[in-house]
Protein backbone atom coordinates (compact mmCIF):
# COMPACT_ATOMS: atom_id res chain seq x y z
CA UNK A 1 0.00 0.00 0.00
CA UNK A 2 1.12 3.38 -0.20
CA UNK A 3 3.32 5.38 2.14
CA UNK A 4 3.98 8.49 3.69
CA UNK A 5 7.39 8.57 5.69
CA UNK A 6 8.00 11.27 8.03
CA UNK A 7 11.41 12.53 9.02
CA UNK A 8 12.64 13.17 11.89
CA UNK A 9 10.15 11.16 14.41
CA UNK A 10 11.57 13.44 17.31
CA UNK A 11 13.66 16.42 17.58
CA UNK A 12 15.39 18.53 20.30
CA UNK A 13 16.12 22.14 19.75
CA UNK A 14 16.75 25.49 21.48
CA UNK A 15 14.70 27.97 21.43
CA UNK A 16 15.22 30.53 18.93
CA UNK A 17 16.21 28.24 16.40
CA UNK A 18 14.72 26.41 13.45
CA UNK A 19 13.52 22.90 12.71
CA UNK A 20 12.49 21.35 9.36
CA UNK A 21 10.18 18.27 8.73
CA UNK A 22 9.79 16.13 6.00
CA UNK A 23 7.18 14.55 4.18
CA UNK A 24 7.47 11.93 1.63
CA UNK A 25 4.94 10.11 -0.44
CA UNK A 26 7.00 6.93 -1.27
CA UNK A 27 5.00 4.91 -3.96
CA UNK A 28 2.85 7.71 -5.14
CA UNK A 29 2.57 11.36 -5.98
CA UNK A 30 1.02 13.97 -3.85
CA UNK A 31 -0.38 17.15 -5.18
CA UNK A 32 -1.43 18.27 -1.54
CA UNK A 33 -0.36 17.42 1.50
CA UNK A 34 -1.59 18.07 5.20
CA UNK A 35 0.05 18.96 8.13
CA UNK A 36 -1.65 18.53 11.44
CA UNK A 37 -0.82 19.12 14.90
CA UNK A 38 -1.25 17.67 18.58
CA UNK A 39 -1.04 19.15 21.88
CA UNK A 40 -0.32 16.93 24.99
CA UNK A 41 -3.01 14.80 25.29
CA UNK A 42 -5.38 16.38 22.86
CA UNK A 43 -6.71 15.61 19.53
CA UNK A 44 -4.82 16.50 16.02
CA UNK A 45 -5.80 19.53 14.70
CA UNK A 46 -5.16 20.25 10.99
CA UNK A 47 -2.92 23.27 10.67
CA UNK A 48 -2.20 24.08 6.53
CA UNK A 49 -2.81 23.15 3.12
CA UNK A 50 0.47 22.27 1.29
CA UNK A 51 0.27 22.57 -2.45
CA UNK A 52 2.79 21.15 -4.89
CA UNK A 53 3.34 24.29 -7.31
CA UNK A 54 1.27 27.22 -4.82
CA UNK A 55 0.88 28.80 -1.83
CA UNK A 56 0.17 26.62 1.74
CA UNK A 57 -3.39 27.52 2.71
CA UNK A 58 -3.10 28.16 6.43
CA UNK A 59 -6.09 27.48 8.58
CA UNK A 60 -7.28 30.49 11.12
CA UNK A 61 -5.31 31.17 13.84
CA UNK A 62 -1.98 28.97 12.44
CA UNK A 63 1.11 31.81 11.51
CA UNK A 64 1.96 31.73 8.32
CA UNK A 65 5.68 33.17 9.53
CA UNK A 66 5.98 30.74 12.49
CA UNK A 67 5.15 27.49 10.19
CA UNK A 68 6.41 28.01 6.93
CA UNK A 69 5.66 25.15 4.47
CA UNK A 70 6.83 24.48 0.90
CA UNK A 71 6.12 21.72 -1.21
CA UNK A 72 8.84 21.21 -3.13
CA UNK A 73 7.93 18.52 -5.68
CA UNK A 74 5.46 15.79 -6.32
CA UNK A 75 6.67 13.39 -3.36
CA UNK A 76 8.03 16.11 -1.00
CA UNK A 77 6.75 19.00 1.71
CA UNK A 78 8.58 20.28 4.24
CA UNK A 79 7.05 22.16 7.66
CA UNK A 80 9.63 24.57 9.22
CA UNK A 81 8.95 25.73 12.58
CA UNK A 82 10.49 29.05 12.44
CA UNK A 83 12.11 30.79 15.63
CA UNK A 84 11.00 27.87 17.48
CA UNK A 85 10.01 28.61 21.31
CA UNK A 86 8.91 25.96 23.95
CA UNK A 87 5.35 26.52 23.48
CA UNK A 88 6.15 25.17 19.83
CA UNK A 89 6.87 21.61 21.08
CA UNK A 90 4.44 19.59 19.87
CA UNK A 91 3.87 16.06 18.03
CA UNK A 92 2.86 17.20 14.21
CA UNK A 93 1.78 14.77 11.73
CA UNK A 94 1.69 15.01 8.49
CA UNK A 95 -0.72 12.85 5.68
CA UNK A 96 -1.48 12.48 1.83
CA UNK A 97 -4.48 11.70 -0.04
CA UNK A 98 -4.29 8.25 -2.60
CA UNK A 99 -2.89 9.33 -6.07
CA UNK A 100 -5.99 9.26 -7.84
CA UNK A 101 -9.02 11.23 -7.54
CA UNK A 102 -11.10 8.73 -5.48
CA UNK A 103 -12.57 10.03 -1.84
CA UNK A 104 -13.63 6.96 -1.02
CA UNK A 105 -9.96 5.71 0.40
CA UNK A 106 -8.27 6.94 3.28
CA UNK A 107 -5.80 9.42 3.30
CA UNK A 108 -2.04 8.06 4.44
CA UNK A 109 -0.50 9.20 7.52
CA UNK A 110 3.46 9.89 8.53
CA UNK A 111 4.75 8.73 11.56
CA UNK A 112 4.69 11.88 13.40
CA UNK A 113 7.68 14.24 14.42
CA UNK A 114 7.57 14.64 18.51
CA UNK A 115 9.29 18.34 18.75
CA UNK A 116 10.44 19.35 21.92
CA UNK A 117 11.78 22.95 22.01
CA UNK A 118 14.00 23.81 25.43
CA UNK B 1 -18.66 23.36 10.39
CA UNK B 2 -18.13 20.08 11.59
CA UNK B 3 -17.68 19.17 14.99
CA UNK B 4 -16.07 15.08 15.83
CA UNK B 5 -17.14 14.02 20.16
CA UNK B 6 -15.99 10.90 21.48
CA UNK B 7 -17.12 9.69 24.58
CA UNK B 8 -15.86 8.44 26.69
CA UNK B 9 -12.65 10.25 27.20
CA UNK B 10 -11.30 7.64 29.00
CA UNK B 11 -11.64 4.18 29.78
CA UNK B 12 -10.43 1.46 31.99
CA UNK B 13 -11.63 -2.37 31.72
CA UNK B 14 -10.03 -5.58 33.42
CA UNK B 15 -8.80 -7.96 30.30
CA UNK B 16 -11.23 -9.96 28.45
CA UNK B 17 -14.32 -7.48 28.35
CA UNK B 18 -16.16 -6.27 25.17
CA UNK B 19 -16.48 -2.86 24.86
CA UNK B 20 -17.74 0.13 22.86
CA UNK B 21 -16.08 3.30 22.22
CA UNK B 22 -18.69 6.11 20.48
CA UNK B 23 -17.83 8.80 17.75
CA UNK B 24 -20.23 11.38 16.85
CA UNK B 25 -20.05 13.99 14.20
CA UNK B 26 -22.10 16.70 13.65
CA UNK B 27 -22.56 16.96 10.13
CA UNK B 28 -23.53 14.25 7.93
CA UNK B 29 -22.13 15.06 5.03
CA UNK B 30 -19.18 12.99 4.83
CA UNK B 31 -17.53 10.50 2.50
CA UNK B 32 -16.41 8.35 5.30
CA UNK B 33 -15.32 7.78 8.37
CA UNK B 34 -12.32 6.29 10.06
CA UNK B 35 -10.78 4.84 13.23
CA UNK B 36 -6.98 5.04 14.46
CA UNK B 37 -5.09 3.96 16.97
CA UNK B 38 -2.43 5.78 18.16
CA UNK B 39 0.54 4.59 21.23
CA UNK B 40 1.48 7.12 23.41
CA UNK B 41 4.39 9.37 21.60
CA UNK B 42 3.54 7.35 18.29
CA UNK B 43 1.82 8.30 14.90
CA UNK B 44 -1.26 6.71 13.72
CA UNK B 45 -2.62 3.47 13.05
CA UNK B 46 -5.65 3.16 10.80
CA UNK B 47 -8.02 0.46 12.49
CA UNK B 48 -10.86 0.72 10.21
CA UNK B 49 -12.89 2.80 7.10
CA UNK B 50 -16.01 2.45 6.68
CA UNK B 51 -17.43 4.58 3.28
CA UNK B 52 -20.43 6.65 3.95
CA UNK B 53 -22.57 3.78 1.83
CA UNK B 54 -21.64 1.22 4.01
CA UNK B 55 -23.45 0.60 7.52
CA UNK B 56 -20.10 -1.65 9.16
CA UNK B 57 -15.99 -3.14 8.62
CA UNK B 58 -15.06 -5.74 10.95
CA UNK B 59 -11.16 -6.35 11.13
CA UNK B 60 -10.23 -9.25 13.36
CA UNK B 61 -11.68 -8.24 17.02
CA UNK B 62 -12.83 -4.88 15.99
CA UNK B 63 -15.99 -3.87 14.57
CA UNK B 64 -17.18 -0.36 13.71
CA UNK B 65 -20.29 0.85 12.44
CA UNK B 66 -21.50 3.86 10.65
CA UNK B 67 -25.19 6.00 10.92
CA UNK B 68 -24.91 9.01 8.98
CA UNK B 69 -28.40 10.27 9.52
CA UNK B 70 -27.91 10.07 13.34
CA UNK B 71 -24.33 11.03 13.28
CA UNK B 72 -22.87 8.20 14.94
CA UNK B 73 -20.08 5.68 14.74
CA UNK B 74 -18.72 2.99 17.53
CA UNK B 75 -16.26 0.68 17.47
CA UNK B 76 -16.76 -2.32 19.16
CA UNK B 77 -13.57 -4.04 20.54
CA UNK B 78 -14.46 -7.91 21.54
CA UNK B 79 -12.12 -9.91 24.35
CA UNK B 80 -10.25 -6.96 25.32
CA UNK B 81 -6.55 -7.37 25.89
CA UNK B 82 -3.59 -5.17 27.39
CA UNK B 83 -2.44 -4.60 24.41
CA UNK B 84 -5.29 -2.95 23.02
CA UNK B 85 -4.54 -0.09 25.50
CA UNK B 86 -3.98 2.85 23.35
CA UNK B 87 -5.64 6.09 22.71
CA UNK B 88 -8.52 5.60 20.02
CA UNK B 89 -9.09 8.38 17.09
CA UNK B 90 -12.15 8.40 15.21
CA UNK B 91 -11.94 10.94 12.12
CA UNK B 92 -13.83 12.20 9.18
CA UNK B 93 -13.35 14.01 5.94
CA UNK B 94 -16.10 16.53 5.19
CA UNK B 95 -17.61 15.98 1.91
CA UNK B 96 -15.10 16.80 -1.45
CA UNK B 97 -11.88 16.78 0.76
CA UNK B 98 -9.47 14.48 2.60
CA UNK B 99 -8.75 17.04 5.51
CA UNK B 100 -10.06 15.31 8.31
CA UNK B 101 -11.49 16.60 11.29
CA UNK B 102 -10.52 14.27 14.03
CA UNK B 103 -12.42 13.76 17.18
CA UNK B 104 -11.24 14.22 20.89
CA UNK B 105 -9.98 10.48 21.44
CA UNK B 106 -10.46 8.18 24.11
CA UNK B 107 -7.62 6.27 25.91
CA UNK B 108 -8.15 3.37 26.81
CA UNK B 109 -6.54 0.88 29.57
CA UNK B 110 -6.87 -2.91 29.34
CA UNK B 111 -6.24 -3.83 32.56
CA UNK B 112 -3.76 -7.58 32.95
Known amino acids: GAVVSQHPSRVICKSGTSVKIECRSL??????MFWYRQFPKKSLMLMAT?????????EQGVEKDKFLINHASLTLSTLTVTSAHPEDSSFYIC??????????????FGQGTRLTVV | KQEVTQIPAALSVPEGENLVLNCSFT??????LQWFRQDPGKGLTSLLL?????REQTSGRLNASLDKSSGRSTLYIAASQPGDSATYLC???????????FGTGTRLKVLA
Open chain 1, 95 to 108: SAPPGLPDLNTEAF
Open chain 1, 27 to 32: DFQATT
Open chain 1, 50 to 58: SNEGSKATY
Open chain 2, 27 to 32: DSAIYN
Open chain 2, 50 to 54: IQSSQ
Open chain 2, 91 to 101: AVPPSGTYKYI
